[in-house]
């Protein structure tokens, strides 16, 4: 059965109120919508650890730094409806765009410092986005606990610094990122991606392991940044933003995982921006 779909903060209110009463323990995933088998983990992890799980389908405008990009992202809501219905959702909140942003709207939440690098420098106002509409719907659901892919490992650990920061009294889970077979991250965006793109995108993946597994073995960062930024560009890959070793915890860079560490990648195939990341064990 199809959870109902509510468009209004006020029926979202009530059945929190109703939930309350019952004293169970509220999940949230928070999404865009064209969902994939990433989110579906998401919302299976919510419901193995939540008695109810609301899952939240907005495609939040403050978050897009290039306007094509907000056009052209997928809309599906019917589908994912669909998707959601054999996991038994309890709630699928889908705002009216008024109930996020109404008239005279003229809050923003920032995260400093986490925010500077990475997907904060190469999308400018992007987290900003982000953190003000995940402080949202934190705060309209009054969820107790929320999940969130580690394939935006970068968004993972915003969003957690900002429910910290503000004590909002929530639980931020993030949960391992789902693969294609190929090894490619799954994301909304690669819909977007040719036939023969999605090819040459499942490299992404091995070049990352391929950068871990000489990490371990004790390789310096900056030594072995060429070798895979050469072979990126020979798989036919385009502009690369980033591609950085960073410590887990604070994104600080490291020259050698020497705790744990992270790698992490932005770069252009085929006019679609592909973001990935690993996790490295220190040596
Ligand atoms: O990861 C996403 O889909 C979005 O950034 C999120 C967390 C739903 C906020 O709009």
């Known amino acids: 059965m199809t959870a109902p779909i509510l468009r209004r903060l006020s029926d979202l209110r009530a059945l929190h109120s109703e939930w309350r009463r019952e004293g169970a323990r509220i999940g949230l995933v928070p999404t865009m919508g064209a969902l994939h088998e990433g989110h ?9 650890a939540c008695d109810r799980v609301i899952v939240t389908i907005f495609v939040n405008p403050k978050q897009f730094n290039n306007a094509e990009d907000l056009a052209k992202y997928p809309r599906t809501e019917l589908a994912d409806a669909e998707k959601l219905a054999p996991y038994g959702v309890d709630a699928i909140y889908v705002p009216d ?9 003229a809050t923003t939440v920032s995260v400093t410092g986490l925010t500077d690098v990475m997907e904060g420098e190469f999308r400018p106002g992007h987290f900003d986005g982000v953190a003000t509409v995940v402080a949202k719907l934190f705060l309209q659901s009054g969820a107790d606990e929320a999940f969130f892919g580690e394939k935006d490992y970068q968004q993972l650990m915003v969003v957690t610094r900002m429910a910290r920061d503000l004590d909002i009294p929530i639980t931020v889970h993030g949960c391992a990122t789902v693969r294609e077979a190929s090894g490619l991250a799954m994301s909304s965006r690669n819909m977007r991606l040719s036939p023969e793109a999605l090819g040459k995108a499942g490299q992404l993946y091995p070049v990352l392991r391929e950068l871990a ?8 960062f900056d030594d072995i940044l060429p070798a895979a930024k050469a072979r990126l560009s020979e798989e036919g890959f385009g502009e690369l933003e980033y591609l950085d070793l960073r410590c887990g915890e604070t994104l600080a860079p490291l020259e050698r995982a020497d705790r744990p560490a992270r790698l992490l990648v932005a770069v252009w195939l085929d006019g679609i921006r592909l973001i990935d990341n690993i996790a490295v064990d220190p040596v």
Not at 40 to 48: E, F, H, P, R, T
């Open 97 to 105: 765009p008024d109930q996020i942003y109404p008239e005279g709207y």
């Open 213 to 220: 597994d000489q990490l371990q073995a004790g390789g310096r």
């Open 40 to 48: 579906l983990s998401l919302v299976a992890a919510a419901k193995a």
